[in-house]
T-cell receptor, first 116, second 114 residues
């Protein structure tokens, strides 16, 4: 158990719709990262939030956006869903920024999104 | 850009065999290196890490040494068990100017037979 929770566990949407995924970080962690993991692939970094601001972004279009809240919970929003967005979405919390820095990430179980 | 290359799987071994999973990387700067494990039906868990050259990370009988000269971080275990069957991911993190860029490999599936 990492203390990181995600909701929902599974979700089915249709192309063009919008989706919001939620993550609750491990207690005391100030940083959250989101990843997309396609079947049989490694996690691809979407973005990271620290103190409610985006602190790094991977190669994903602007229709992928996020929010981090003062209690360090966070959301991943995806607009205009495409079939290729079907994947497992992982969030991970860490103390990556600030002091002391520990880049170890603690992953949640993921939300499996299917876009039809 | 940064990248992580892992050996293709699946790796299939008998119980008590020696395990090596190769991982090499390219990075701009000085990364920290990680191995994560994903057991069937579960999320990723940190297995071990090393934050500077020549550091050795170890956990649950697994070891990996940060080799800057060969840009490698190979995972080894002297005697695998059936319960080690999982997918193993090598990863690096570069912290640059307050920004934090993680890169994962594609994963290597390990199957251990009794």
């Amino acid at each position: 158990e990492t203390g990181v929770t995600q909701s929902p566990t599974h979700l089915i949407k249709t192309r063009g719709q919008q989706v919001t995924l939620r993550c609750s970080s491990q207690s005391g962690h100030n940083t959250v990262s989101w990843y997309q993991q396609a079947l049989g692939q490694g996690p691809q970094f979407i973005f990271q939030y620290y103190r409610e601001e985006e602190n790094g972004r991977g190669n994903f279009p602007p229709r992928f956006s996020g929010l981090q809240f003062p209690n360090y919970s966070s959301e991943l929003n995806v607009n205009a869903l495409e079939l290729d967005d079907s994947a497992l979405y992982l969030c991970a919390s860490s103390l990556a920024a600030g002091a002391p820095i520990d880049e170890t990430q603690y992953f949640g179980p993921g939300t499996r999104l299917l876009v039809l | 850009g940064n990248s992580v290359t892992q050996m293709e799987g699946p790796v299939t071994l008998s119980e008590e065999a020696f395990l090596t999973i190769n991982c090499t990387y390219t990075a701009t700067g000085y990364p920290s290196l990680f191995w994560y494990v994903q057991y069937p039906g579960e999320g990723l868990q940190l297995l071990l890490k090393a934050t500077k050259a020549d550091d050795k990370g170890s956990n649950k009988g697994f070891e990996a040494t940060y080799r800057k000269e060969t840009t490698s971080f190979h995972l080894e275990k002297g005697s695998v068990q059936v319960s080690d069957s999982a997918v193993y991911f090598c990863a690096l993190i570069i912290t640059s100017g307050g920004s934090y860029i993680p890169t994962f490999g594609r994963g290597t599936s390990l199957i251990v037979h009794p």
